[in-house]
């Protein structure tokens, strides 16, 4: 890890704006597998192949081969295998999955003009995290040690306890340091030794953590598609996504003498929207070969978070503090612009018995916009609020370096033995989003730093979904089961590492430890055609 605490100069009195860090980010920007049990059991490897309500989402113009009216409703159920239920989050959940409808209208003998509408789950957040390790010299209050231990003036300042006690703390809000709320607990509380008035650390011999995500994030698309002469098909979808995501962590060290937990619980709330355009070719007029393109535009997000967080160590060397009275660091408003993507695929039929797809997809999330709101105003014109935002640069440039462009590769096949059955497989891969080396930096001149409430991050590796499932249709009805296998490896870390290049000692090294999240996922659709 790179040398750190090359402190930089914030403005902490007022904080009018705000934004988010980049971990807490991409979990927003990340999508699932999910949809229909057809789509899902064929990997997502459907683009080119269309007729599928969940290509409203990815290649418009798979609705436009659509020729009859349709109507869908999917649901199932997640399960972690590899989870154990430490702070209060459940290993399997059920999950309302998708609920859309196509109209299809014959213009012409050969051609079509549809509309539909859909639901689908997007991005289901429901994990649990869990992590522990010898800690040898290294603590989380140490990092809030070094900040504080960078030619930092102490600035006492007064501060009075719930049974009314005025103590003498540091003033953690001088002009040349970036404090977090994490730093904003430790440092008056653990630190700063009131009666000797010292500035010091405790080193920890392990630690452990837990945490339990929960939430989903909902699209809501709307397309219009047609095609021309069975040969050309075209489509555009205007996508609402709506974010619900919670989480609840405990991290615990084990010190010398006593053990300290930092606790800490945040909420994102949200919307946000996106234009996705699609076509699909079939090149030769007596083959039913396709080819499809697609482009999405980033979601353009506007969220709100808000969190609290506390620390403890059983009342032995100081009370429980809280910061939920800070209301611009706890409550605030920003907006994040996710990445283009783009897309290429090809279909394939074999009579009316085999189906053959493949997709590929792109996203750069390096380019992530994290922007945080200037202001806001009363729009005369349109009768509503509106709000202007700024690019956080610092953030973004962090951005660049801790995430990549990712690559997604589907493949999946549909195998009719009767005209009623189908037999479907599929394979997903996504590979990896963030660099090796990324860290979580709680040292840059950002408001996201500022605002922080959590130090840990994990470097995830490539996904490998494995998809397999089945359809039976009889008269107008349909109803298709589909089961997902997806695993991710990833390295875990409770802080970022700092080294002092004078004092050995002070180093404060975080260990690394090989963390997994494998889900399983049953999913079962039912349609009607008319």
């Not at 009195?13 to 971990?23: G, I």
């Not at 980010?25 to 597998?33: C, M, P, V, Y």
């Not at 418009?60 to 159920?77: E, T």
Request: hydrophobic share 35%; with cysteine; aromatic share 14%.
């Amino acid at each position: 890890m790179k040398k750190l605490f090359a402190i930089a100069a914030i403005v902490v009195a007022t904080m009018p704006a705000a934004a988010q860090e980049t971990y807490e980010n991409a979990k927003i920007a990340q999508e699932d597998l999910n949809g229909t049990a057809r789509y899902v059991a064929m990997g997502g490897a459907m683009e080119a192949l269309g007729a599928d309500i969940s290509t409203m989402g990815t290649n418009p113009a798979g609705i436009g081969m659509f020729r009859h009216s349709n109507i869908s409703l999917s649901m199932g159920l997640v399960s972690q295998g590899d989870a154990t239920n430490a702070v209060g989050g459940s290993t399997t959940n059920a999950s309302f999955d998708q609920l859309g409808f196509v109209y299809s209208y014959r213009n012409g003998k050969t051609s079509f003009i549809n509309v539909g509408v859909n639901f689908h789950k997007s991005r289901n957040f429901d994990m649990i995290l869990s992590a522990a390790s010898q800690l040898g010299n290294a603590s989380l209050n140490k990092l809030t040690y070094a900040k504080g231990n960078c030619d930092l003036v102490y600035e006492a300042k007064q501060e009075k306890l719930d049974d009314g006690t005025i103590i003498d703390v540091p003033n953690f809000k001088a002009p040349y340091i970036t404090c977090s709320q994490l730093d904003d607990l430790f440092g008056p509380h653990l630190n700063w030794d009131n009666v000797d008035k010292t500035w010091g650390y405790d080193n920890a011999n392990s630690f452990r953590f837990d945490r339990a995500h929960e939430g989903y994030i909902g699209e809501y698309d709307f397309n219009v598609s047609g095609n021309i002469n069975n040969r050309i098909y075209l489509g555009v979808t205007v996508g609402v996504h709506d974010v619900h995501y919670k989480h609840y962590s405990e991290y615990v060290e084990q010190m010398q003498l006593f053990q300290c937990t930092v606790a800490d619980r945040r909420e994102i709330t949200g919307t946000g929207f996106d234009i996705k355009a699609g076509v699909i070719l079939r090149p030769i007029e007596s083959s039913p070969f396709r080819i499809g393109l697609s482009i999405a535009s980033p979601t353009f997000y506007e969220l709100k978070t808000a969190n609290y967080s506390y620390i403890s160590d059983g009342n032995l060397r100081f009370d429980t503090g809280s910061i939920n009275d800070a209301r611009e660091r706890t409550n605030y408003k920003f907006r994040l612009y996710t990445p283009w993507k783009f897309g290429v695929s090809l279909g394939h039929t074999i009579g009316s018995q085999i189906a053959l797809g493949a997709s590929y997809e792109y996203a750069d999330y390096g380019s992530m916009d994290t922007r945080y709101i200037t202001d806001e105003y009363y729009d005369d014109w349109t009768d509503t609020y509106s709000s202007r935002s700024e690019s956080d640069r610092v953030m973004n440039d962090h951005t660049a370096k801790t995430l990549k462009g990712v690559h997604t590769l589907k493949l999946g096949a549909e195998i009719k033995p009767t005209r009623d059955l189908a037999l479907r497989i599929g394979y997903n891969y996504v590979s990896p989003m963030y660099q090796k080396e990324g860290f979580k930096d709680g040292t840059l001149n950002s408001d996201a730093s500022y605002i922080s409430s959590a130090t840990d991050y994990t470097n995830w590796d490539a996904t490998n979904r494995f998809t397999c499932g089945f359809g039976y249709t009889f008269d107008k009805f349909n109803a298709s089961l589909a089961y997902q296998y997806s695993a991710t490896k990833g390295t875990f870390s409770p802080f970022m590492s700092y080294y002092d290049p004078d004092n050995a000692s002070d180093d404060c090294i975080a260990p690394q430890i090989s963390v997994t999240n494998k889900r399983h996922q049953v999913l079962l659709t039912l349609g009607y055609t008319f």
